[in-house]
C-alpha cells in the first residue's frame, strides 16, 4: 500500500514563492515516477510537473516552465514542487501522486493519490 502526504501549501502574495512537499510510504517509493496536480475552484484537475523514478527525466505543464521545479529525495521517500514568481492562476488544490511505470502526465495513469494541499495567490 502507498500513501502520499502533501505539505507546504498556504497564502502567498504574488511574485512569492513556495515549496510543497510529498512524503510517500511504502518501499516502492523508488520505482515509482512522481507527478503534481492541481485543481482550481470550478476547473478539471491539470498536470503540473513530473518526474522519473531516478529524477533524471522532468516534465512540465506550458503554464508553468521556467517558474516551478519538482525534484525527489528517494532517500526521504518525498517528492518537491518549488514554485517561484507565483501567479493568482496558480490558485488551487495541489496533490502529488505515483505512477509504477513511465513518467506520464495524464492523471489516468497515477494510481495512488494524495489528499491534496492549498495554494492561494493574492494579486
Avoid: H
Avoid at 513556495?18 to 520505482?31: A, D, E, I
Amino acid at each position: 500500500q502507498v500513501q502520499l502526504v502533501e505539505s507546504g501549501g498556504g497564502l502567498v502574495q504574488a511574485g512569492g514563492s513556495l515549496r510543497l512537499s510529498c512524503v510517500v510510504s511504502g518501499r516502492t517509493f523508488r520505482s515509482y515516477a512522481m507527478g503534481w496536480f492541481r485543481q482550481a475552484p470550478g476547473k478539471e484537475r491539470e498536470f503540473v510537473a513530473a518526474i522519473s523514478w531516478g529524477g533524471g527525466r522532468t516534465y512540465y505543464a506550458d503554464s508553468v516552465k521556467g517558474r516551478f521545479t519538482i525534484s525527489r529525495d528517494n532517500a526521504k521517500n518525498a517528492v518537491f514542487l518549488q514554485m517561484n514568481s507565483l501567479k493568482p492562476e496558480d490558485t488551487a488544490v495541489y496533490y502529488c501522486a505515483a505512477a509504477p511505470r513511465g513518467v506520464p502526465t495524464d492523471e489516468e495513469e497515477f494510481d495512488y493519490w494524495g489528499q491534496g494541499t492549498q495554494v492561494t495567490v493574492s494579486s
